[in-house]
Each structure stands twice: as C-alpha cells, then as structure tokens.
C-alpha cells in the first residue's frame, strides 16, 4: 500500500500495489467495480480512459441505466431518500 496522503476524516488515500506490481485501483476501476473519483486523481490520464472504457463496454456498475454515485448515494442518504 503506498499512501498518497490522509483526507479529512483521517482515511488514507493510496494506491495498492498488488504483487504482480499491477494497481488495484485501476484494476477495478477497469472491470467497472469502482467509479475514478476525480477529486483525488484529477490528472490521472489512465484511470481516466479505463472508466471511459468500462463505461464503453457496460462493464461492471456501468450495466446500471442510470448508476449513483457514491457521494451523491451518501448525500441522498443524508437526506433520509433513497433510490
């Protein structure tokens, strides 16, 4: 796990390393299980075009019509709706 930094509710924001030195991260986000936040990657041109692709290829959550993200889930939650 090699952390980036900690955000504001002390969660560690990191990359994780998988032992074939492939990137977690971008693995799911590639098989459509993980949307690419863009706050905390906003130049990450790679993570960038495998959302493109999974979202392309209706991969994943992305099979979804309309798929929440999760900020906007948490806000609706908040809120006391629900979708």
Do not use: H, T
Not at 11 to 29: F, M, Y
Not at 53 to 82: C, H, I, N, T
């Amino acid at each position: 796990v090699e952390v980036k930094y900690q955000d504001r509710y002390g969660r560690k924001v990191a990359n994780v390393i998988l032992p074939d030195e492939r990137n977690l991260n971008r693995e799911i986000v590639k098989v459509g299980f993980a949307w690419w936040f863009r706050k905390y990657a906003p130049k990450d041109k790679v993570i960038e075009g495998l959302e493109s692709e999974a979202r392309a290829a209706k991969r994943g959550l992305w099979a979804d019509r309309e798929p929440v993200p999760p900020w906007d889930y948490r806000a609706l939650m908040r809120q006391g709706q629900s979708r």
